[in-house]
């Protein structure tokens, strides 16, 4: 019912930047919050980045002032807009949406496949 597809991922040198891209489409009603998580070799899965249906964003420390979240509401498009790229930002990023469907009560939580950033030191 619900596909969210990321893109944008790559290789890069440290330093550098890459913007990630999230497109949710499907039977959705409204979003109720998107998260940006990352998951690199031997580490559990942990938040990045999240942005609400008001615009609150709220980020993990180590990125704070480097990674920028931001919302296309008409296109139902996130972004997750990554500078001064670090080694340890190396990871499996995946987008996370919480939504109520159309005719349907409740919430429901769908995951992107994941796309990989490697950051080159």
């Known amino acids: 019912q619900v596909q969210l597809v990321e893109s944008g991922g790559g290789l890069v040198q440290a330093g550098g930047s890459l913007r990630l891209s999230c497109v949710a489409s499907?039977?959705?009603?409204?979003?109720?919050?998107m998260g940006w998580y990352r998951q690199a070799p031997g580490n559990q899965r942990e938040l990045v980045a999240g942005?609400?249906?008001?615009?609150?964003?709220n980020y993990l420390d180590s990125v704070k002032g480097r990674f920028t979240i931001s919302r296309d509401n008409a296109k139902n498009t996130y972004y997750l807009q990554m500078n001064s790229l670090k080694f340890e930002d190396t990871a499996v990023y995946y987008c996370?949406?919480?939504?109520?469907?159309?005719?349907?009560?409740?919430?429901?939580?769908?995951w992107g496949q994941g796309t990989q950033v490697t950051v080159s030191s």
């Open positions: 996370h949406a919480e939504l109520q469907l159309l005719r349907l009560l409740g919430s429901y939580n769908y």
């Open positions: 499907g039977r959705i009603s409204s979003i109720n919050y």
């Open positions: 942005i609400t249906s008001n615009g609150t964003t």
